[in-house]
Structure formats: C-alpha cells, structure tokens
C-alpha cells in the first residue's frame, strides 16, 4: 500500500558526513510527519530526528548541530544530512512516516533500514 526506500547508508571515517534520503510511494494521500530513527547492535530503536508537513524539526541531544533533517513534499520524500559523524552513529537508520492514504485513514510505516558504519 505505502512503501518507504532509504538510500544513502555506507562505511564512512569518523569526521565524514553522509545522506540519507527515504522515498515514499503508493496511495498517498497526504504525509505529515517524518522521521528517522536508529538502532545499534543491542540497543533499543531511538529517534535521531523528525519533521512535520510544515517544517518543523526536532532533534535527539545527541545529534544535534551535526544533523540536518529535512523533506521534498513533491516528491515525498525526506533527507538527513549527517555531518561530523562519530563511532557512536553507528546504526541502522530507518525511516519513518505518519501516511495518510485517505482523509480518515492513517498510519505509520517503517522503511527497510539502511546500515551506517562510521570507523574511528
């Protein structure tokens, strides 16, 4: 029904920066809000950062003034930029977002995940 592609994960030295872009496609009636969010090895998922349809953000402590979170809401998609990255991002970043696929219905979808390796 609704469909969500990362792009944009790899293996990268500590100080490096990378891109993640997540592509939603369907029956798309309208997204609100979007998000990315983690999960290393042993830990329990955690939000890295969101954005509502209008434009605003929220941020983990941990990420912030080196991640920028931010959408296209032509082509339904949202972009983390991550810079300055350290060991410690090292996870499997996935998206997330709240689809409403008519007026009344809506839910939140997840897409596959995409691996971030940053090396010290």
């Known amino acids: 029904q609704v469909q969500l592609v990362e792009s944009g994960g790899g293996l990268v030295q500590a100080g490096g920066s990378l891109r993640l872009s997540c592509a939603a496609s369907?029956?798309?009636?309208?997204?609100?809000?979007m998000g990315w969010y983690r999960q290393a090895p042993g830990n329990q998922r955690e939000l890295v950062a969101t954005i509502t349809s209008g434009g605003s953000t929220n941020y983990a402590d941990s990420v912030k003034g080196r991640f920028t979170i931010s959408r296209d809401n032509a082509k339904n998609t949202v972009y983390l930029e991550m810079n300055n990255l350290k060991p410690e991002d090292t996870a499997v970043y996935y998206c997330?977002?709240?689809?409403?696929?008519?007026?009344?219905?809506?839910?939140?979808?997840w897409g596959q995940g995409t691996q971030v390796t940053v090396s010290s």
């Open positions: 997330n977002s709240n689809v409403q696929t008519s007026f009344f219905n809506y839910n939140f979808y």
């Open positions: 369907g029956r798309i009636f309208r997204i609100n809000i």
